[in-house]
């Protein structure tokens, strides 16, 4: 069973960038999609952005196209999320979390129910 471990969220201005990095641990990434989750104060959890096994699939919401970048290096067990142009609106504890495909290689998703493995999430505060 794959474990995540979420770093590199923090405080940043309006405009500004951030790089989110999770980490995996327990089993190789080769065998998962991979989600970026977020969730607010009195939200629910939405579905950020997605990247299907092969890397050859990737999902963005709606409110995050063109600002943010997922990426994966299953070399490193790791996948990316590299967040610009940040708005207060972005402010969320940012979650990932995995869905192992035995095939699917490239299948994505952005509905929290898909995924499982979830991290313990990192804080991302936008403000000025």
């Known amino acids: 069973q794959v474990q995540f471990v979420e770093s590199g969220g923090g405080l940043v201005q309006p405009g500004g960038s951030l790089r989110l990095s999770c980490a995996a641990s327990?089993?190789?990434?080769?065998?998962?999609?991979v989600g970026w989750f977020r969730q607010a104060p009195g939200k629910e959890r939405e579905g950020v952005s997605c990247i299907s096994r092969s890397g050859s699939s990737t999902y963005y919401a709606n409110s995050v196209k063109g600002r943010f970048t997922i990426s994966r290096d299953n070399a490193k067990n790791t996948v990316v999320l590299q967040m610009s142009s940040l708005k207060p609106e972005d402010t969320a504890v940012y979650y990932c979390?995995?869905?192992?495909?035995?095939?699917?290689?490239?299948?994505?998703?952005?509905?929290?129910?898909?995924?499982?493995?979830w991290g313990q999430g990192t804080q991302v505060t936008v403000s000025s």
């Open positions: 979390a995995a869905r192992r495909l035995l095939y699917g290689f490239s299948w994505c998703g952005y509905n929290a129910a898909d995924f499982g493995s």
């Open positions: 327990g089993a190789t990434l080769d065998y998962y999609a």
